[in-house]
C-alpha cells in the first residue's frame, strides 16, 4: 500500500486549495478512503470520508460546508477540496486507508493558513 499526499502550501485566510492522495498496491475502487489532519500539540482527528463508490460523505463540524471530498475512481485518486480556509485549519493532512483493522497513511502534506 502506498499514499502519496500533495498540494499542501503556505495561503491567506479565505483562500482554497485541493489536496490530492494517489494511492496504489491495493484495489482502490472497494474501499472507503479518508483525510485526517494533525495540528501541533494536537490529536491526529478525522476530516472527511467518502465511500468506496463515492456516494456517501462525512465531515467534521469544523469542516461542513467548506470542504469537499471526492474520488476518481480512475485514477486510483482522493481529492479534498478546502475553501474558506481559517488560520486554524492549519495542520500536517494525512491521507487513510483502512483495511482488515490496520490504518494505512501517507507522508502527509503541510498547510498553513496565515496572513
Known amino acids: 500500500v502506498q499514499l502519496v499526499e500533495s498540494g499542501g502550501g503556505l495561503v491567506q485566510p479565505g483562500d482554497s486549495l485541493r489536496l490530492s492522495c494517489a494511492a496504489s498496491?491495493?484495489?482502490?475502487?472497494?474501499?472507503?478512503m479518508s483525510w485526517y489532519r494533525q495540528a501541533p500539540g494536537n490529536e491526529r482527528e478525522l476530516v472527511a470520508a467518502i465511500g468506496s463508490v463515492g456516494g456517501s460523505t462525512n465531515y467534521a463540524d469544523s469542516v461542513k460546508g467548506r470542504f469537499t471530498i471526492t474520488r476518481d475512481n480512475a485514477k486510483n485518486t482522493v481529492y479534498l477540496q478546502m475553501n474558506s480556509l481559517k488560520p486554524e485549519d492549519t495542520a500536517v493532512y494525512y491521507c487513510?486507508?483502512?483495511?482488515?483493522?490496520?490504518?494505512?497513511w501517507g507522508q502527509g502534506t503541510q498547510v498553513t493558513v496565515s496572513s
Open positions: 498496491g491495493f484495489t482502490f475502487i472497494i474501499y472507503p
Open positions: 487513510n486507508l483502512r483495511r482488515s483493522w490496520m490504518d494505512y
